[in-house]
């Protein structure tokens, strides 16, 4: 349940505000995790193919799609089955109002492929490792929906059929999940690699919710802020790199527990502090 924000966060939050750039929310798995997603790292994660146990960080790779496309495309549509399955919680409709209150000083980077932020109605937001409801093209750029015929109640351990073969198509040629593999730069055409740089260049705070920043991209986005001497609040249960380095510097506060606990209380106060003065 949802908890009061201890007074140095609001002041926090307040002394921010009046300077300039916008409030930077960095999302992770963790947000999604009340929401009955399994977070990436946790142990429902592993994906049976014949008689051998995956780790998603060996199944989400171009190697693996190459090796066997249509098993990593059924691990996929099993975890979008998931995903469709599960609705936005708590912390994701905060966000949502907080930028209805506080428009263009909102901005989002989610690591998350789920769309619950852009299903709850999020509008500023960075899907840096794409969206499993979409594909592309193996060879190409062109991004498509998932086809409508493809189930979206797939269930575990259902392979590909012929018809679903053929639906997995963009432009006549073969697609793929729409996500950034392990194995994967970033860009900006498709992952907003520049302009989540720039939003952490810009940022007055950053706020980092549920991840573990095993990744690449986050990490330069919390290492940009602490450089530029830009605070960041650090919601997780567990301690991790953001929270220790909020420890070590003293630049910011780690807000130990869950999303449901502290971003909703977090995002009201804000929504008071960054809205604009009529
Ligand atoms: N509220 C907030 N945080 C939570 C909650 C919760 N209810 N439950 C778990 N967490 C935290 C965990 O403590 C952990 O730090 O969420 C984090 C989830 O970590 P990961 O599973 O590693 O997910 P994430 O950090 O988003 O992974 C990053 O790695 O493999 C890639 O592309 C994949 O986007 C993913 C990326």
């Known amino acids: 349940m949802t908890r009061a924000l201890p007074a140095p966060v609001e002041a926090l939050v307040r002394e921010r ?9 960095l999302t992770g798995a963790g947000i999604s995790a009340e ?11 592993y994906w049976k193919v014949g008689s051998r146990n995956y780790h998603p960080q060996q199944l989400a790779t ?19 089955a998931v995903c469709r399955a599960a609705e936005p919680n708590a912390a994701h409709h905060a966000l949502v109002e907080l930028e209805e209150r506080i428009g263009p000083r909102f901005r989002l980077i989610t690591q998350n492929v789920d769309g619950l932020h852009q299903r709850a109605g999020t509008k500023r937001v960075y899907a840096i490792h794409g969206n499993i409801d979409e594909m592309r093209a193996v060879s190409g750029r062109v991004t498509a929906p998932i086809p409508a015929g493809i189930p979206t109640d797939w269930p575990k351990g259902r392979a590909l059929t012929a018809a679903d073969r053929d639906l997995l198509q963009v432009e006549a040629r073969p697609a793929r999940p729409h996500v950034l593999w392990f194995d994967e730069c970033y860009d900006e055409e498709h992952f907003h690699f520049d302009s989540s740089l720039r939003a952490a260049a810009e940022a007055s705070l950053l706020v980092v919710v549920g991840t573990t920043g095993a990744t690449n991209l986050p990490m330069q986005v919390g ?47 804000a929504a008071e502090a960054y809205a604009p003065t009529p």
Do not use: K
């Open 35 to 45: 929401s009955g997603i399994p977070t990436f790292r946790g142990p429902e994660g």
């Open 223 to 269: 290492m940009l802020c602490a450089r530029h001497g830009t605070p960041s609040i650090v919601i997780n249960p567990e301690p991790n790199p953001f929270s220790e380095v909020v420890e070590r510097s003293g630049l910011g506060i780690f807000l130990q527990g869950t999303a449901g606990e502290w971003v909703p209380a977090l995002a009201a106060a």
């Open 17 to 25: 505000a009046v300077e300039p750039g916008p409030l930077l929310w």
């Open 62 to 80: 171009r190697a693996a799609f190459g090796a066997m496309p249509d098993e990593v495309w059924a691990w996929y549509l099993y975890r979008r």
